[in-house]
C-alpha cells in the first residue's frame, strides 16, 4: 500500500481504533521510504584535486606536452597566487593597481591517475578561478580559454582521459598590466575538482531553486532541475525530488517521469509544498537540501544535492529592505578578494576569520567588490546569515584598467555572466545581483541590454549596478561617492519617487590602526588621490575642491590646533575625522532617516592591496580592518551602531610620552546608554549617549589608567581599561586554535602584541619579531597592516607595526606537535603549541 493514499477516503471506512492503527502504518511507510531514500547511493563522484600541482614562473610552450619534463619544476598546493609571493618594486607593471607587486605568465601541471570507477562515466574538471587568460590541456589535447579571472569554468575532459597516467597543463597569462584597477593575484587561486557523473545526469549548476507563497505554516518550492543525456539511447526516466531539513530529515518529496531522447538535455519544473518551513534570515540562516534522484526501472543515473535556503525579498520606498516581511536595513561593507599577506589565494579558515570579525562588527550585508567571489563564500554566507549584492563585472565593453575584461567582454559576457547567474542563484545569501560599477561610458542601452540578458536567467532577485543610477533601467538605484554628497540621495528621490536607493559604495573614509589626527582631513583637500591629481596637479585637486567643498558634510575639528603632527599623511586618523565626502556617522543616520534608502556597503571592509596613492604605498586606508585583520577604532564606531552585543571603545589608547598637559580629545563609542570616564581613579563626568553616535572628552594628558564604564538604566554594564605602557619587554601571542587536522587547509591566526613588563600593550612598538617552526607546519604570510612597509609576506619575520605582528600557520599532512617560538631582539619569548591531528577525511 502507498502512502500517498487519501485519508479522507479512508475516515468514512473505518472506526477509530482502525484509523489509529491506519495512521501507524501511514507513518511506518514514510519512515521507510525516508530510509530507503538514505540508502540511495549516488555514481556521481566529485573529488578535489588541489595537492601536488607542478608549477613554473615563465613561458615555456613545450609545457602543455604530456612528455615534458617537469622535474625542475616546483611542487605545491592551491589554491596559489604567484604574485603575492614576489617583491614589491615601482617599476613592476601593475603599478598603483597592483599594488607594485608582480604578474607575467606561468604554467602549472597535474599528473592524473586514471580511475576504473570513470568507465562509461563522464568526467568534468571544475576551476573555481585562475587569474587571468587561462588555457587548458589534457594530454596534449586543447580544452579551451577563459580570459575572465574572476569565473568559474568547467570542461568535459572523458573522450580524451585514458588508462594510466593523465595530464592537465594550464598556462596563465596575466603579463599585460595593469588588468585590472586593484591587485588581482596570479595564478590557480582557487580551487579545482574532478566530478564523474553517469551518462544520465544533472549538468553542473543544473538546478534552480527558488520559493514562493511564504509563511509561517508553508512555503511552495520550485525546483528546476535540467537533465541531460548522454547515454546513446532515448531513456523513459524517472525525476524524484526530495526537500530534507538539517537534520536530515524528509519534509517534501515530488516524482515526475519524463522520456529524454539521445544527446539532448530537457529542464524538468516541480513544486513541492512544505508546512512549518524554517526560514533563512541573518539572524537564523537556516538551510535546507533539495536532493534529485534521476532513475529508471533498473538503476540510479545520478543524485544531485542543491543546498538552499526558505526566505522572502521585498524592496520598497515606504518600509525600505524587507526580509520575511520585517523592514531590515542592510548594514554593508564593501570587499575586495584578496586577503593581506596570503594574497588572492585565501584559505577557507583566513576567509571565515574574516566575516567572523564582520559578523561581531554588525555587519549583516557584503558586497563582493566588483567580481564574482569564489564558491566558499556565497557558501559562508548561507551559513552565517549575510546578505549578499553579488557583482558581476567592474566595467563593460571600454577598459577602465589598460588591459582589464573590456578587452574581451563583447565576446565573453554573456557566457561569463550566464555561469556567475547559475553559480550564485541557489544562494539563499544572495538577495540581488549587480551589473556592474562606475562603469565607464555606458549608455541607458547598454545597461538595459546587460540587464535584460541577467532577467533571462533569474527574475527573482532586483538589480542594481554601482553608480548605475543615471541609466535608468535598474530595479534599485545604485550611488557611489556621489551619494555622499549633502542632499544627493533626497535630490534623486525627489525625481524617482518610486525607485529604492541602495549605497553600493557609500561611504568612504581612510584609516590607519594606531594613527590619530585630531583635526579633520578631507582627501581632495589635503591629501588628493592620483586621479584627482591627474594632469595639472595640486591645481587640478584644489579645482575639485572648490567645487565640490560647499557639498561635503562639515565635520567639526576635535581641536583648534593638532595634536598629533608630523604624522606622514599617507596615514589617514582613527578618529570618524578622515573621509572623502561623508563620515561614518552621517552613512549611519542617512540609512534610519529615508526609507527609501535601504543600506549601504561602505568601502571597504578591509584594506586591500593595489589602488594605492603611489610609491611606497602598497594600498590605500578605506578599510576599517587593516591588511593583518586587526581592527581598526572605527570598526567599533560601526559595532556600537549596528551590534547589540553590550561594547565600549575609546579612542586613542592612553600611551602619549612627552604630551604630558596636552588636552587629548577621547572618543568613546558604545551602544549603552551612557558612559562614565575616570583616569586614576577619579571620575571625568557621566555623559549620555546621543544621536552623534559619539561621546567626546578633552583630558589633559597624564600617564597611568583611563577607563570607561558604560552604563544603561544607571547600572554599569562593562568597561574598557587602558594603561600607559612602558618600554617594550616581552611579546604576547593569541592563537586562535590549539588543535588542527592534518589535511594541508587548517590554518592557525598567531596575532602577535608587543607588551611591557606589566603586560600593557605597547601602542607605538615597532619591533622585529622573529617565527620559528618546529614540527608539521608551515608558514604561509607575515603582515603587520603597515601600507608603507614593503617586506616580502613569505619570510618568517615582520617588524610589528603600531604595536602588533601576524602569523598564519598552515598544516601539512603530517600529525603531530607543533611548536611556534615567537621572538624578538631583547624582549622575552613565547611558544606556542598546537596538535595537528590526523585528517579524518
Given at each position: 500500500m502507498s502512502a500517498c493514499l487519501s485519508f479522507c477516503f479512508f475516515s468514512r471506512l473505518f472506526s477509530k481504533v482502525q484509523l489509529l492503527l491506519l495512521l501507524v502504518f501511514l507513518i511506518s511507510c514514510q519512515a521507510t521510504e525516508k530510509n530507503t531514500a538514505d540508502e540511495y547511493q549516488s555514481p556521481r563522484e566529485r573529488i578535489n584535486i588541489d595537492f601536488d600541482w607542478q608549477f613554473h614562473l615563465g613561458d615555456i610552450s613545450e609545457a602543455k606536452t604530456p612528455g615534458f619534463d617537469t622535474s625542475a619544476w616546483r611542487t605545491l598546493d592551491l589554491p596559489h597566487d604567484w604574485s603575492i609571493e614576489g617583491e614589491y618594486n615601482e617599476n613592476h607593471p601593475a603599478g598603483i593597481a597592483g599594488g607594485f607587486l608582480p604578474t607575467g605568465i606561468a604554467w602549472y601541471r597535474k599528473n592524473i591517475n586514471w580511475n576504473h570507477k570513470w568507465k562509461d562515466k563522464r568526467v568534468v574538471i571544475e576551476f573555481d578561478g585562475v587569474y587571468m587568460n587561462s588555457e587548458v590541456w589534457i594530454n596534449g589535447h586543447y580544452l579551451g580559454k577563459r580570459p575572465y579571472g574572476y569565473i568559474s569554468f568547467a570542461y568535459d575532459i572523458t573522450d580524451h582521459l585514458r588508462v594510466g597516467n593523465n595530464v592537465i597543463a594550464v598556462r596563465v597569462d596575466n603579463s599585460k598590466s595593469p588588468s585590472g584597477r586593484w591587485y588581482t593575484g596570479s595564478g590557480i587561486y582557487r580551487h579545482v575538482w574532478l566530478t564523474a557523473t553517469s551518462n544520465i545526469h544533472v549538468p553542473v549548476n543544473g538546478t534552480f531553486v527558488r520559493s514562493k507563497n511564504i509563511s509561517e505554516e508553508s512555503a511552495d518550492l520550485i525546483v528546476t532541475t535540467e537533465v541531460a543525456n548522454r547515454i546513446g539511447a532515448n531513456k523513459k526516466l524517472l525525476i524524484q525530488t526530495r526537500v530534507r531539513d538539517a537534520e536530515g530529515n524528509i519534509k517534501a518529496t515530488k516524482s515526475s517521469s519524463i522520456d529524454l531522447a539521445s544527446g539532448l538535455t530537457t529542464s524538468v519544473n516541480q513544486t513541492l509544498s512544505l508546512n512549518d518551513p524554517k526560514l533563512w534570515s541573518t539572524v537564523s540562516p537556516y538551510l535546507y537540501s533539495v536532493e534529485t534522484v534521476i532513475s529508471d526501472a533498473d538503476r540510479i543515473f545520478d543524485k544531485y544535492t542543491t543546498r538552499t535556503g526558505i526566505r522572502?525579498?521585498?524592496?520598497?520606498?515606504?518600509?525600505?529592505?524587507?526580509?520575511?516581511?520585517e523592514p531590515m536595513i542592510m548594514q554593508g561593507v564593501s570587499l575586495h578578494h584578496d586577503a593581506g599577506p596570503v594574497g588572492s589565494a585565501v584559505p577557507e579558515d583566513v576567509l571565515r576569520r574574516r566575516l567572523e570579525l564582520l559578523k561581531a562588527m554588525g555587519v549583516n550585508a557584503l558586497r563582493p567588490a566588483h567580481t564574482p567571489f569564489a564558491e566558499a563564500f556565497y557558501d559562508m554566507a548561507d551559513q552565517m546569515g549575510?546578505?549578499?549584492?553579488?557583482?558581476?563585472?567592474?566595467?563593460?565593453?571600454?577598459?577602465?584598467?589598460?588591459f582589464d575584461y573590456g578587452l574581451y567582454f563583447d565576446e565573453w559576457w554573456q557566457r561569463d555572466l550566464t555561469e556567475f547567474v547559475r553559480r550564485g542563484r541557489n544562494h539563499p545569501s544572495i538577495v540581488m545581483w549587480s551589473i556592474g560599477n562606475e562603469v565607464k561610458g555606458y549608455t541607458p542601452e547598454q545597461q538595459k541590454t546587460v540587464k535584460d540578458f541577467l532577467l533571462t536567467l533569474d527574475t527573482t532577485r532586483p538589480v542594481t549596478q554601482g553608480r548605475g543610477y543615471a541609466g535608468g533601467h535598474l530595479d534599485i538605484d545604485g550611488f557611489n561617492g556621489h551619494g555622499e554628497y549633502v542632499g544627493a540621495l533626497q535630490k534623486h528621490?525627489?525625481?524617482?519617487?518610486?525607485?529604492?536607493?541602495?549605497?553600493?559604495?557609500?561611504?568612504?573614509?581612510?584609516h590607519t590602526r594606531g594613527v590619530y589626527r585630531s583635526k579633520t582631513v578631507y582627501r581632495t583637500r589635503d591629501?588628493?588621490?592620483?586621479?584627482?591629481?591627474?594632469?595639472?596637479?595640486?591645481?587640478?585637486?584644489k579645482k575639485i575642491w572648490e567645487k565640490i567643498k560647499d557639498k561635503v558634510y562639515p565635520v567639526e575639528d576635535?581641536?583648534?590646533e593638532e595634536v598629533f603632527p608630523g604624522i606622514d599623511m599617507t596615514y589617514g586618523s582613527s578618529y570618524d575625522n578622515s573621509l572623502v565626502r561623508m563620515p561614518i556617522r552621517e552613512e549611519i543616520k542617512k540609512t534610519r532617516e529615508l526609507p527609501y534608502f535601504i543600506g549601504?556597503?561602505?568601502?571597504?571592509?578591509?584594506?586591500?592591496?593595489?589602488?594605492?596613492?603611489?610609491?611606497?604605498?602598497?594600498?590605500?586606508?578605506?578599510?576599517?580592518?587593516?591588511?593583518?585583520g586587526f581592527p581598526k577604532d572605527p570598526y567599533y564606531l560601526y559595532q556600537s551602531q549596528w551590534s547589540k552585543k553590550p561594547m565600549v571603545h575609546m579612542s586613542p589608547h592612553w600611551t602619549h610620552p612627552g604630551k604630558e598637559g596636552v588636552a587629548i580629545?577621547?572618543?568613546?563609542?558604545?551602544?549603552?546608554?551612557?558612559?562614565?570616564?575616570?583616569?586614576?581613579?577619579?571620575?571625568?563626568?557621566?555623559?549620555?549617549?546621543?544621536?552623534?553616535?559619539?561621546?567626546?572628552?578633552?583630558?589633559?594628558y597624564e600617564a597611568g589608567e583611563l577607563k570607561a564604564v558604560a552604563k544603561t538604566n544607571g547600572k554599569k554594564i562593562l568597561e574598557q581599561i587602558y594603561r600607559t605602557a612602558g618600554e617594550p619587554a616581552s611579546v604576547s601571542v593569541i592563537n586562535d586554535k590549539t588543535d588542527i587536522f592534518a589535511n594541508r587547509r587548517d590554518v592557525v591566526h598567531l596575532a602577535v602584541d608587543i607588551v611591557d613588563k606589566n603586560g600593557s600593550f605597547v601602542p607605538h612598538a615597532s619591533n622585529r619579531v622573529n617565527f620559528k617552526i618546529d614540527g608539521p607546519a608551515r608558514l604561509i604570510g607575515v603582515e603587520n597592516g603597515d601600507i608603507l612597509d614593503l617586506e616580502p609576506h613569505k619570510v618568517p619575520t615582520r617588524k610589528a607595526f603600531m604595536g602588533k605582528a601576524l602569523a598564519l600557520i598552515q598544516a601539512t599532512d603530517k600529525p603531530g606537535v607543533i611548536t611556534v617560538t615567537v621572538s624578538s631582539p631583547n624582549l622575552s619569548s613565547q611558544k606556542i603549541v598546537i596538535n595537528a591531528n590526523e585528517a579524518t577525511d
Open positions: 522572502s525579498i521585498e524592496y520598497t520606498v515606504d518600509r525600505g529592505f524587507l526580509l520575511n516581511g549575510f546578505l549578499v549584492m553579488d557583482e558581476a563585472f567592474d566595467g563593460w565593453w571600454q577598459a577602465k584598467a589598460e528621490h525627489k525625481k524617482h519617487p518610486d525607485k529604492p536607493i541602495v549605497g553600493t559604495e557609500i561611504t568612504h573614509t581612510m591629501n588628493p588621490a592620483p586621479w584627482e591629481l591627474k594632469d595639472e596637479g595640486p591645481a587640478r585637486a576635535l581641536t583648534k549601504t556597503f561602505r568601502w571597504t571592509a578591509f584594506d586591500y592591496l593595489g589602488e594605492s596613492f603611489g610609491w611606497p604605498a602598497r594600498t590605500s586606508n578605506f578599510g576599517v580592518i587593516d591588511l593583518a580629545p577621547v572618543v568613546v563609542y558604545t551602544n549603552q546608554q551612557s558612559v562614565e570616564l575616570f583616569l586614576n581613579g577619579a571620575s571625568l563626568g557621566e555623559k549620555a549617549m546621543t544621536g552623534d553616535m559619539q561621546l567626546v572628552w578633552r583630558i589633559p
